[in-house]
């Protein structure tokens, strides 16, 4: 299994599934390959017996493999990483996955990081940068520092691609872009099967993210362009890719899966943890429950509030969840902007709470206000608790919430703040919506259903592996007695 940035460092939807996933086999190893950043990250869950990690760091000190690269190696491994940055300028997937695969496997052997950084790989990249009709088109003059820049954020993202492949039965990359890198290496060096499950689109994250990177164009133009061929080489080597939803499905077709080999399967809860939340609070209360992040877009909830507190005055919104390292600034500038709206002393940062299920029945309603989600565990959560809930229409949500409760558009402070106040205001329509909610939820979205699917997935894949390395020895056997004959 390969993670980035979740599971087991971090809490989150992702890693709440990566949990049920491991405890729910407890007959299965898993050896996690977690990228993280130094590879020192505490661990935030208790792992199970069955489960050993890997770290993957991704911005520690260089690869520790010394020596000196022989010229035939440092010649292809030089020619790997020409053909690499020229695919990159063409957006050209075919020649970036020949690169990639060059590299990995003179990795497994030679330190051919080195080839990666230097004076003769920036001017390589500043010749073709200004050969380029599109940056010459808008005259663009990418920089050495520029160039610098590109190719040493590059060279920490190939890091997962340039260790040893890891062996097992299956590599499951739980997400898309450097995860998959892992998951690469091991289908190409040992025949393993690929499996890849998405549950937001990590593509349209990155193109979110990078609006809020210091990053100039050139710079910005290079690195998504890395981005989007890795996660279309992932979808076009992965032997079956399992979205969360079916919204994914268009992206990865986009990007060259095919159709065949995507099964949605549906995140799913532990209804035991859930129970039915009961009596509401004395004052009208809105929840939002999750981690502490830009992509969550608090923002625009706090900006509904506002609308919703100048027609409720009684009304308090909860917000439950943990700020991961590196968003405090975000954080801060939600509590600045509940002072600015004149709402601060009725919203409460809570943090989060030892039981999440708390943080529903805290609420007469629950809200999630994200600009980009898969299969959000909020929304089902709070569905299988029998809370009504508000949800902007990204990803699955929709798929999950269907007749059951509120959509609006997300980043739309007056729609959500009127679905909001709707509900608050019509206890029958809440209450019916919450029961419904419960009973759709229980008969769907279940954590036995989502553990049983992916056991007989891993065991299908295992098998046909094992067949196609049969099929694999037969022909060398094959081909050897024709060449001997």
């Known amino acids: ?90 957006d050209d997937v075919d020649e970036f996955g020949t690169a990639l695969w060059e590299l990995c496997a003179l990795a497994q052997t ?8 230097g004076d003769e790989a920036v001017d390589r990249l500043l010749r073709g940068w200004r050969g380029t009709p599109a940056l010459a088109g808008l005259g663009v003059a990418p920089s050495v520092l520029d160039a610098s820049m590109c190719l040493d954020i590059i060279e920490h993202w190939l890091r997962p691609l340039l260790r040893p492949a890891p062996v097992g039965d299956v590599s499951h990359a739980v997400t898309n872009g450097l995860a998959a890198l892992v998951a690469l290496g091991a289908k190409w060096i040992h025949g393993t099967p690929m499996l890849l499950t998405e549950h937001g689109v990590y593509l349209r994250e990155r193109y979110l993210g990078f609006r809020e990177t210091p990053y100039g164009w050139p710079v910005k133009a290079l690195l998504l362009s890395f981005l989007r061929l890795l996660c279309a080489t992932a979808y076009r080597s992965a032997d079956l890719i399992t979205p969360g939803n079916r919204y994914n499905h268009r992206w990865e077709r986009r990007f060259g899966a095919d159709p065949a080999r995507i099964e949605t399967v ?83 940062f809570e943090g989060r709470v030892e039981r999440i299920g708390d943080a529903y029945a805290a609420g007469h309603v629950v809200v999630l206000s994200s600009i980009s989600e898969g299969f959000p565990y909020t929304v089902i959560e709070a569905m299988t608790s029998g809370r009504a809930t508000v949800s902007t229409d ?8 269907a007749d059951v ?16 106040l709707r509900l608050l205001r019509d206890d029958l329509l809440r ?45 060398t056997v094959e081909l050897t007695e024709l060449r001997s004959a």
């Open 431 to 475: 209450h019916r919506l919450g029961t419904a909610a419960r009973k759709r939820a229980l008969e769907l979205f279940t954590v036995d259903r989502a553990v049983d699917a992916f056991e007989t997935i891993y065991t299908d894949l295992a098998v046909w592996g094992d067949h196609q390395a049969t099929v694999e020895d037969q022909a």
């Open 110 to 117: 030679y330190p051919v990081h080195q080839v990666l950084r």
């Open 266 to 348: 549906y995140n799913g809860v532990d209804p035991a943890d859930f129970p039915p939340a009961g009596r509401e609070p004395a004052v009208p209360t809105i929840t939002w429950a999750g981690r502490i992040d830009p992509i969550k877009d608090l923002e625009t909830l706090l900006r509904a509030f506002a609308l919703v507190r100048a027609e409720l005055p009684a009304a308090r919104l909860r917000v439950f969840g943990g700020t991961p390292k590196g968003n405090e600034a975000y954080h801060d500038r939600c509590r600045a902007l509940a002072g600015d709206l004149g709402i601060a002393g009725a919203v409460g």
């Open 1 to 90: 299994m390969v993670t980035e940035g979740t599971y087991p460092q971090a809490f989150g939807g992702v890693s709440v599934w990566c949990d049920q996933i491991v405890r729910g086999m407890p007959d299965h190893h898993f050896n996690v390959h977690a990228l993280t950043v130094t590879g020192t990250e505490p661990a935030a869950w208790t792992l199970p017996d069955n489960v050993t990690v890997t770290h993957v760091p991704l911005w520690t000190l260089a690869d520790g493999r010394r020596g000196r690269l022989g010229r035939t190696v440092r010649h292809r491994a030089t020619e790997a990483y020409r053909m690499l940055l020229g695919a990159l300028l063409a």
């Open 394 to 401: 990204v990803g699955g949500v929709r798929e999950a919430v």
């Open 405 to 420: 409760g509120l959509v609006v558009p997300p980043r739309d402070p007056p729609a959500m703040a009127q679905a909001c």
